[in-house]
């Protein structure tokens, strides 16, 4: 079993809400766990070719920066407002690089969906890289993030076979989820970010109505400016249901 200094050395043990040392393993568990079932619905012909490479894509470019911001992020830069003002004085952080890398990630899954006009491309690309983003600012409580992604995933679960796309996910989520609630594992950037690109990147493909679309980019747009003025943790405590639920499988007190 791997020593807790050398862990921390290598910047996979992090600080939780309590200030307890706590794995950053949700990046990696999220990313390698669901290869093989990928690969397992290739073989037996659920999923096609293009469908595969998809979500190998994705697992392993937007977990990879998140981890690498993981390992190698400051705290001195946090925020879009706190990455972009380190950009402005000449310094590129590895929170501005996961946005780039998500942005061109996002755009790259938009283009080869099809034939799409250039304001159905940025609506789609757009709410892929807000959902990316809202679950990672979600990620501050043991299973929060966790639960946003199943209750939206649920919502959604009965249009375009996206049961079958979500279920690698799910299958992951029942044991650690349960880890992860108890203060032993986190989902870090690594794993908030693959989970939040799933759930945009499978929205998008479900909503037909460009209505609809541009009224979830305006609503995750609106939730991102908040967050620049605004501590969810704080809007969520001042609500019984969503404290109830936040707190739910936690046991704890503190918000």
Same mark, same amino acid.
């Not at 862990?7 to 950053?24: A, G, I, R, T």
């Not at 990313?31 to 595969?52: C, E, H, M, Q, R």
């Not at 920066?65 to 590895?94: C, M, P, V, W, Y």
């Not at 990620?139 to 009965?158: E, H, Q």
């Given at each position: 079993?791997?020593?807790?200094?050398?862990?921390?050395?290598?910047?996979?043990?992090?600080?939780?809400?309590?200030?307890?040392? %706590?794995? %950053?393993?949700?990046?990696?568990?999220?990313?390698?766990?669901?290869?093989?079932?990928?690969?397992?619905?290739?073989?037996?012909?659920?999923?096609?070719?293009? %469908?595969?490479?998809?979500?190998?894509?994705?697992?392993?470019?937007?977990?990879?920066?998140?981890?690498?911001?993981?390992?190698?992020?400051?705290?001195?830069?946090?925020?879009?407002?706190?990455?972009?003002?380190?950009?402005?004085?000449?310094?590129?952080?590895?929170?501005?690089?996961?946005? $780039?890398?998500?942005?061109?990630?996002?755009?790259?899954?938009?283009?080869?969906?099809?034939?799409?006009?250039?304001?159905?491309?940025?609506?789609?690309?757009?709410?892929?890289?807000?959902?990316?983003?809202?679950?990672?600012?979600?990620?501050?409580?043991?299973?929060?993030?966790?639960?946003?992604?199943?209750?939206?995933?649920?919502?959604? $679960?009965?249009?375009?076979?996206?049961?079958?796309?979500?279920?690698?996910?799910?299958?992951?989520?029942?044991?650690?989820?349960?880890?992860?609630?108890?203060?032993?594992?986190?989902?870090?950037?690594?794993?908030?970010?693959?989970?939040?690109?799933?759930?945009?990147?499978?929205? %998008?493909?479900?909503?037909?109505?460009?209505?609809?679309?541009?009224?979830?980019?305006?609503?995750?747009?609106?939730?991102?400016?908040?967050?620049?003025?605004?501590?969810?943790?704080?809007?969520?405590?001042?609500?019984?249901?969503?404290?109830?639920?936040?707190?739910?499988?936690?046991?704890?007190?503190?918000?």
């Amino acid at each position: 079993m791997l020593n807790r200094t050398y862990l921390k050395e290598l910047q996979l043990l992090k600080e939780n809400y309590k200030e307890d040392l %706590v794995l %950053v393993l949700g990046g990696l568990v999220f990313s390698l766990g669901p290869t093989a079932i990928w690969s397992i619905f290739l073989k037996t012909g659920l999923i096609n070719y293009d %469908v595969f490479s998809s979500y190998i894509f994705i697992g392993i470019i937007v977990a990879a920066i998140g981890l690498l911001d993981d390992i190698a992020g400051s705290r001195n830069s946090q925020g879009l407002k706190g990455h972009f003002s380190k950009l402005l004085e000449g310094k590129l952080t590895t929170g501005i690089m996961k946005v $780039i890398f998500i942005v061109l990630t996002a755009f790259l899954l938009t283009l080869r969906e099809g034939l799409l006009s250039p304001e159905e491309m940025f609506l789609n690309s757009g709410i892929i890289i807000l959902m990316t983003n809202f679950l990672n600012l979600l990620d501050l409580r043991p299973g929060r993030s966790i639960k946003f992604f199943l209750i939206v995933s649920f919502l959604i $679960i009965n249009r375009a076979n996206n049961w079958l796309y979500f279920l690698p996910y799910y299958l992951l989520i029942l044991p650690y989820l349960s880890f992860e609630l108890r203060g032993r594992v986190m989902l870090g950037d690594g794993g908030a970010n693959l989970l939040g690109f799933v759930l945009g990147y499978n929205l %998008v493909n479900s909503i037909e109505s460009f209505i609809g679309k541009y009224m979830i980019f305006l609503l995750l747009f609106f939730l991102t400016i908040l967050s620049e003025f605004c501590s969810y943790s704080s809007l969520i405590k001042q609500n019984s249901f969503l404290s109830w639920l936040d707190r739910l499988g936690r046991g704890d007190c503190e918000i």
